[in-house]
């Protein structure tokens, strides 16, 4: 079944929970190259944080050529997921914006995400198809800060 894809604003998302992984994104510079090819094929995401375990959400509608469509939420935890109500329409669908989005060249980008759990620093970076993380240990202080910042 053939799709098309198009970025919507959150209000369309009718909710579910985690559906599949985008596969091959389980390392860190993969699921890197993954968030590249998504800024390339549907721009900026609906929303983003420098909160490694919530990092960004898109919410993309999928609609077959027969007119049925679902949105589905793409979000980034670390690894790259795909959540919507668990159906057999939902499953084609996000198979088929992984091979979407996998055929895309991936978009030149650079951020930084913090891990608390493990108070990690993490910068991510893609540059020409080819990405970097980077990781370190962050001083108390900037635990301190960021922790205020989240935690108001």
Known sequence: MKFT???VDSS????????????????AADAAIVEGK???VFGTPAAMSEDY???F??????TAEDGRSVVLNVYGIGAIHIGAEKDDFAIQAGNALIEYVNAAVPTDYQRT????DFDL???ISVK?????????????????????EWYK
């Open 12 to 27: 369309q998302y009718t909710g579910g929970s985690y559906l599949m992984d985008f596969e091959g994104t389980i390392e």
């Open 121 to 123: 620093q993490i910068d």
């Open 53 to 55: 375990e919530n990092s």
């Open 38 to 40: 998504l800024l390339t």
């Open 57 to 62: 959400n898109y919410y993309i509608r999928a």
């Open 5 to 7: 894809f198009e970025s």
């Open 113 to 116: 995400v913090y891990y608390l």
């Open 128 to 148: 020409n198809g080819i990405a970097n993380v980077s990781v370190e240990q962050l001083p108390e202080e900037k635990i301190s800060e960021i922790s205020a």
